[in-house]
């Protein structure tokens, strides 16, 4: 336990680089107020991570004296995590182990101040049952993503899921309900809020079967202020790199015939003969590919924006050889956030009709989840 007096003006310091907060790793609970009641007091521990005399934990013969009142030196703690240093396991709480505790938390603290005010994002989260996996995603799971070039609004996210829905997609339900759903959600808590301008900036995280993933994205094509989030494996983040150039490639069909088909080949490959199985063979097959395939390509948003300007190409494109009454089918294999960017870019009213089909392995293939009309 310390003894030695330290400056005022250094516990101030170290309350401002700690933001009033347990510097323990994990623990960063508030010192100020007590959570319980909310009553406001000063509850914190300031702690020495080299003792303020060479018989304390962690205590040097010369550097004690010289430390005792340096604020590199001094770590605001609850008492929880006090008398955890410094009486129950002091040898598993050596210097380097604090010091980097304590680097850790002000540099966090640095950063998240440091935000400029105007660069508030509101989180959107849109899950779904994915073939029979359940999709788990929650505010506090993902707000750390936002940061340093947005940061949360508030303490919470708009989600626009169905709460502790068992339904799986290989069901005939499935479609309709989570359609019916998106709808009323985005109608209700969305939509309002948009027309009073009170979502500035909206950072969408979203993980659902992939023609749910087109849909959602026809909501938001009026939205200019959006980050579409891609959840990536490799490393485990939902975070983008600097920008990075993909090629798209836009294939025609070879002849015209009375059915047209669209097959997006970024994810993997898709066979024409997947395609004809479901529609026949009377069919023109336009095709959008990148040249590797991959669920884990897309890692900035220059990807996103590119792909969207590539889909543009290929509506205009089909629209003037087909006409605009044709009903295009839609055979995608192709990353979440590019789903999105679909939905995003396509006009109602100006492009043609879309029927969305999934790949469906417990049904054998291709299957149709529904269409998407032009008026």
Avoid at 74 to 88: A, G
Avoid at 208 to 234: C, E, H, M
Avoid at 300 to 320: V, Y
């Amino acid at each position: 336990m310390s003894v030695s007096y330290i400056p005022e003006k250094t516990k101030i310091l170290l309350w401002g680089k700690s933001a009033g907060r347990c510097q323990y790793r994990g623990c960063n609970t508030s010192l100020y107020r007590d959570d319980l009641t909310q009553a406001e007091f000063n509850q914190c521990y300031i702690a020495h991570i080299v003792a303020d005399s060479p018989n304390g934990p962690r205590g040097h013969v010369t550097r004690s004296k010289e430390l005792k009142q340096s604020l590199s030196n001094l770590m605001l703690l609850c008492d929880t995590h006090h008398r955890l240093i410094d009486k129950v396991e002091v040898e598993n709480h050596p210097e380097d182990v604090l010091l980097l505790m304590k680097k850790e938390h002000e540099d966090r603290i640095d950063l998240i101040t440091g935000i400029n005010p105007n660069m508030k994002s509101e989180i959107i989260i849109y899950k779904a049952s994915i073939g029979n996996n359940p999709v788990m995603m929650t505010y506090d799971s993902l707000k750390e993503f936002l940061i340093p070039e947005k940061y949360p609004a508030r303490n919470g996210a708009t989600d626009l899921s169905i709460s502790n829905s068992t339904s799986v997609d290989s069901r005939k339900t499935f479609w309709e309900l989570q359609l019916e759903n998106l709808d009323d959600q985005f109608k209700e808590q969305v939509l309002p809020k948009l027309r009073k301008s009170e979502l500035s900036h909206i950072s969408l995280f979203a993980m659902a079967p992939i023609p749910l993933l087109i849909k959602l994205g026809t909501y938001l094509n009026d939205i200019q202020q959006l980050d579409v989030r891609q959840k990536r494996r490799n490393p485990d983040t939902w975070k983008f790199n600097d920008d990075i150039d993909t090629v798209y490639n836009f294939t025609t069909a070879q002849d015209i015939k009375a059915q047209v088909a669209l097959k997006i080949e970024l994810s993997d490959n898709v066979a024409d003969e997947r395609i004809i199985r479901v529609l026949g063979d009377n069919i023109s097959i336009y095709s959008i590919s990148i040249n590797h395939p991959s669920n884990d390509f897309v890692k900035s948003r220059k990807q996103i924006i590119d792909f969207g300007e590539k889909i543009k190409e290929a509506f205009r494109e089909i629209k003037k050889i087909h006409g605009q009454d044709v009903l295009l089918n839609i055979f995608p294999a192709m990353p979440i956030s590019l789903a999105i960017q679909l939905g995003r870019v396509w006009m109602p009213k100006a492009d043609v009709s879309m029927k969305i089909f999934d790949q469906n392995y417990i049904l054998g293939g291709f299957v149709e989840a529904f269409e998407i009309r032009n008026f």
